[in-house]
């Protein structure tokens, strides 16, 4: 498995958030969804339940050859603005 760099100014963020590291690394190691960002950037996805609704954990990587990079992760309650079908 690849190393995790949290870039210090998401580490903040995902701090005042409530994000812990952990999450990050479950939704990189076991994103139920990968899908582009902007800027040639990817996007990990994983449904979370938190106090009892679902919210969707986004994380904003960068992928080396040996390590992410994560730019930000962030929660949101908008789930079908971001999840993408898989269907055609």
């Known amino acids: 498995m690849k190393e995790i760099e949290i870039i210090p100014i998401a580490k903040k963020k995902m701090d005042r958030r409530g994000?812990?590291?952990?999450?990050?690394g479950?939704?990189?190691r076991s994103a139920e969804q990968i899908v582009e960002?902007?800027?040639g950037r990817s996007v990990a996805q994983q449904r979370r339940r938190i106090r009892r609704k679902e919210r969707l954990l986004r994380v904003v990587f960068?992928?080396?050859?040996d390590k992410y990079v994560?730019?930000?992760a962030y929660?949101?309650?908008d789930i079908e603005?971001?999840?993408k079908d898989e269907t055609p």
């Open 62 to 65: 960068e992928e080396t050859q």
């Open 19 to 24: 994000i812990p590291e952990s999450w990050v």
């Open 70 to 72: 994560v730019i930000t």
């Open 81 to 83: 603005r971001y999840w």
């Open 26 to 28: 479950e939704a990189l």
């Open 37 to 39: 960002g902007h800027g």
């Open 75 to 77: 929660l949101t309650s």
